[in-house]
């Protein structure tokens, strides 16, 4: 099966370029897929300030929710495709329980 961006999803290639996080990828792909110029076109086809997209290409900032659906909004592209173009393959995203528990000695508030 291949995607909306011509990449085969069934492929069982070891290619280490896929497998890896790269939001680098992923950001040239929207680029080259909107026909933009540079980062700072990018940015504001996303409506994010530039340093957004120059600390996720640095990898001081993560890709999030809200960003992955933005992409999404303007490039047309699942998120599925997005999350696979970045090197995210989880098929289920687990929440810890701890999360969700009080810390220790902490009585909850009502």
Do not use: C, W
């Amino acid at each position: 099966m291949t995607n909306q961006v011509g990449i085969d999803m069934n492929s069982d290639s070891d290619s280490d370029d896929l497998l890896q996080y790269n939001p680098n990828r992923l950001l040239d792909t929207l680029i080259e897929n909107l026909r933009l110029k540079n980062d700072a076109a990018l940015s504001r086809a996303l409506e994010v300030a530039p340093p957004v997209i120059s600390k996720i290409r640095h990898h001081r900032l993560p890709v999030g929710a809200s960003l992955l659906i933005r992409m999404h909004e303007v490039s047309d592209l699942s998120i599925r495709d997005l999350r696979y173009l970045m090197g995210d393959r989880r098929n289920k995203f687990r929440i810890s329980d701890k999360q969700f528990k009080p810390k220790e000695g902490e009585t909850p508030q009502s």
